[in-house]
């Protein structure tokens, strides 16, 4: 039995934290359009300045000399614009997973983003050449972010030892919310004291940071590391040996495609997704319109419902592991109930904000705890492809994301489409489609989700 190497200062935690900053990059890059995008548009009405549904809570505030440029796009236009990254997204999410075994995750994640960072750098000239040459950044962009989680999970397979896994690919994918969390209030005070432009500029720079560093500290497995201590290679690879490897060159595509606890996984990530992205494409603009905030508040509280997930997905992971170690509750059991709460819940205050009118705390509250509760589905179905085919788990991530991705792509078009006159019994509308569709994954995974290992997962050891 190889004795556990501390955590502090080690390769792995370095690997970790690397790694959540790779991820906040992808998701402030990701996320900085949706802010940046209420300052780039024409103020409509310039008859009178609120042109909110509601009063403006905003003091008026000095307005800064902006020389950045504005654009008359019509909602429509809008909505694409904002889908589009999830165009590219989607093409390289069962790639990635191929190319990080073939090539090394290391590089296929650091180009990957670095590819994102370069085209944000980009976003303000393609702006001002127009719409079209824009939707078609964000589109490159969603091609080089697509294969960042197919490659960590990749990465995590050669690097996390068995019982370390959930510490560590916490620390790593949580990055996504942090980015999230940070770059929205940031993204609104950029854009007040500077201007939109800037808003790529900043995130760009640190993308760029994060590229050198990780070109520089990382490594594909713990044998080809510079600087990791034997002990803790010696650890980890031992630790690693018995594991059944990833590496296999079989893959069972059919019983893979054919397998109904997949397709559970499918649906409910899909379902959970509608929600969560015409949430983060559309919350600062409801927030503007509907509600009445500035852009500096706006991302302020914009951000509110990306931190109660994020709390609540940590809090979520360590609960849903006690009650299957310690009380024994059955694996799809915790999966099941975790996926109940973290999609039924969401539907419901979303609604319930639909109806606040003009009480902004309310609808700010119901949105948060809505967002919030959605965090709780991290232990759920989210996780599950570990429980049903751990050997190919990277793969399943791939199928799976991939049809998540088309609620990014479809759910901001439709919703935008449906708010052409902003007005509270239109976003009512698309509040409904989302729980709706959020109420029927949860009901399709607690039918046909399962728990454990499924048979064609076991792999086919020959006997040579």
Request: a positive charge; hydrophobic letters at 45%; one cysteine or more.
């Amino acid at each position: 039995e190889e004795k556990k190497t501390p955590a502090c200062c080690s390769s792995r935690y370095g690997l970790a934290f690397l790694s959540c900053y790779g991820f906040f990059v992808a998701y402030a890059l990701r996320v900085n359009l949706s802010v940046a995008m209420v300052d780039m548009l024409k103020n409509r009405s310039s008859v009178n300045n609120s042109s909110s549904v509601c009063p403006h809570h905003s003091i008026p505030v000095p307005k800064h000399n902006h020389t950045a440029s504005v654009y008359d796009w019509d909602s429509e236009t809008q909505g694409w614009i904002l889908g589009s990254f999830f165009y590219g997204y989607i093409l390289t999410q069962i790639p990635g997973g191929y190319l990080a075994r073939k090539y090394g995750a290391k590089w296929l994640f650091g180009i990957g983003i670095l590819c994102t960072v370069i085209f944000t750098l980009l976003t303000p000239v393609a702006a001002d050449l127009g719409a079209g040459y824009l939707i078609a950044v964000r589109v490159l962009e969603g091609i080089g972010e697509g294969v960042s989680y197919p490659a960590m999970h990749a990465m995590w397979a050669s690097w996390a030892p068995p019982l370390e896994r959930s510490r560590l690919l916490t620390i790593s994918y949580t990055g996504a919310q942090l980015g999230t969390v940070v770059a929205l209030p940031l993204s609104g005070q950029i854009c007040f004291y500077l201007d939109w432009t800037y808003v790529f500029y900043i995130f760009g720079a640190v993308g760029l940071l994060w590229f050198v560093l990780w070109a520089y500290f990382v490594s594909n497995s713990p044998s080809l590391h510079k600087r990791i201590s034997e002990d803790e290679k010696t650890y980890i690879m031992a630790s690693l040996k018995n594991e059944l490897s990833p590496t296999t060159d079989y893959i069972p595509w059919t019983s893979i495609l054919k397998s109904l606890p997949l397709w559970a996984i499918v649906v409910a990530h899909f379902s959970y997704n509608w929600t969560f992205y015409t949430l983060l494409t559309l919350l600062p603009t409801y927030m503007n319109d509907i509600l009445g905030f500035s852009i500096q508040q706006n991302g302020m509280l914009s951000a509110l419902p990306y931190l109660g997930c994020w709390l609540l997905a940590l809090l979520g992971g360590q609960l849903a592991d006690l009650l299957r170690e310690k009380y024994l509750i059955r694996t799809v059991i915790v999966r099941k109930a975790f996926t109940i709460v973290g999609m039924v819940g969401p539907a419901v205050f979303l609604v319930a904000a639909g109806y606040t009118g003009c009480n902004y705390v309310l609808a700010i509250a119901f949105l948060t705890l809505s967002s919030s509760l959605g965090g709780v589905s991290a232990s759920g179905f989210n996780i599950n492809h570990l429980d049903i085919a751990p050997s190919y788990a990277g793969i399943l991530l791939g199928i799976t994301n991939s049809f998540a991705t088309i609620p990014g792509m479809v759910g901001p078009v439709i919703a935008r489409s449906l708010t052409k006159s902003n007005t509270i019994p239109e976003w009512q509308i698309v509040f409904y489609i989302s729980a709706a569709i959020n109420i029927f994954g949860a009901v399709f995974f607690t039918m046909f989700g399962k728990g454990t290992l499924q048979p064609w997962a076991v792999q086919r050891i020959h006997i040579r």
